[in-house]
């Protein structure tokens, strides 16, 4: 169950944000017993390349997210960490080959 989920997030985060590149990691099984995460819902983190960040500020492009995750922030996720680049910034940040 928990991987269909990364599976949704990450197709919602593509099509909603036309993303380039996603990369979505369920960490619920590390949070088992944390408070909240009863009933399912689960810890995630992602990673979001998408062109729509450009010009946008961490907690702008952040809310973003949220906003295209929609009613998932609140049946699915418990919990979400997240990196957001544009294009240019995630090829800035990969190693050098």
Known sequence: MATSRALIIEQTLRRQLDAAH??????SARHADHLGAEGGRGHFRVVV???RF???GRVEAQR???RA???LMT????ALEMQTFTPAAWAAAQPQR
């Not at 996603?22 to 960490?27: A, I, K, L, Q, Y």
């Open 54 to 56: 450009a010009g946008l």
């Open 69 to 71: 995750l929609g009613s």
């Open 49 to 51: 390349v998408s062109d």
């Open 64 to 66: 973003l997210v949220y």
């Open 22 to 27: 996603v990369e979505v990691v369920d960490d």
């Open 75 to 78: 049946t699915d996720i418990h």
